[in-house]
């Protein structure tokens, strides 16, 4: 039977980035349709994911897999014959797993708040990322990628936020580059794949779309 692969998805979306760029590495054949999560979901989004009725879904021939991690862990089973993300060794997959949850944990809630709060908690919330960031940095220590020497999990995991750090640095004012040059260039190294410059959209984008987010929840 011939796959039939569909990805519901939001450009902005550094969760459905994930997704994309998993796919794209194990070079699936997939369908790729923009949803309007904002203003109106398609009947199709609300079929597949009734449970939080979020983007991205990954549907395979006919069923849905919702949340980006699990899709990424089903992508890279599905289709095991190429660019395997997580490591085989249940220790070292374990670690991966821990990182992936400490993104996830961390980073969207917190870059959030770069954009969307003022004064002292913009100030705490800016200085947080960094620390946040700058864990990270010390997971990937002298790696060229949190797999080591190949793109994996916890790069896919993280590498869409890239996308969205000059926005953060915008609206935050605050600087990533001195404190975190090695993730930065582990970011630029990423870019270099046809996969990940493929499912990240351009920084400037990212800012526009923050912009329209502040208008529409009335933040000054
Ligand atoms: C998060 C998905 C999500 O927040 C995942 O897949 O990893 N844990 C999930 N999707 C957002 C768009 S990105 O901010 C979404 O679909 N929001 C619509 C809504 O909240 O109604």
């Known amino acids: 039977m011939a796959e039939e692969v569909i990805l519901l998805n939001f450009w902005p979306s550094m969760f459905g980035m994930r997704t994309m760029i998993a796919l794209e590495e194990k070079g699936v054949n997939y369908e790729y349709r923009e949803e309007d999560v904002i203003n109106n979901k398609s009947p199709l989004l609300l079929e597949m994911n009734p449970i939080h009725k ?12 919702c949340e980006s991690i699990i899709q990424i862990q089903y992508i890279d089973e599905v289709w095991s014959d190429k660019n395997p993300f997580l490591p085989t060794d249940s220790y070292q997959r374990a670690q991966a797993l821990f990182w992936a949850d400490f993104i996830e944990k961390k980073l969207f809630v917190c870059g959030r708040k770069t954009w ?8 705490a919330a800016t200085k947080e990322y960094i620390e946040i960031l700058k864990t990270l940095q ?4 002298d ?15 993280l590498i ?5 750090f000059p926005a953060y640095q915008k609206f935050g004012n605050f600087s990533i580059e001195p404190e975190c040059s090695k993730l930065m260039a ?3 190294r990423c870019m270099q794949r046809a996969s990940v410059a493929k499912a990240l ?7 526009g779309y923050v912009l329209q987010l502040k208008k529409f ?4």
């Not at 010390?138 to 220590?141: A, F, S, T, V, Y």
């Not at 869409?160 to 969205?164: I, T």
């Not at 959209?201 to 800012?207: A, F, G, I, M, T």
């Open 217 to 220: 929840y009335g933040i000054k």
């Open 138 to 141: 010390c997971e990937l220590g």
């Open 160 to 164: 869409g936020y890239y996308s969205w």
């Open 186 to 188: 582990w970011g630029k």
């Open 143 to 157: 790696k060229p990628y949190f797999g080591g020497d190949k793109f994996g999990f916890v790069d896919i995991v």
């Open 201 to 207: 959209p351009d920084s400037e984008r990212v800012v």
């Open 116 to 123: 969307a709060t003022k004064g002292e908690e913009l100030e």
């Open 54 to 65: 979020k983007i991205p879904v990954l549907i395979h021939n006919g069923k849905p897999v």
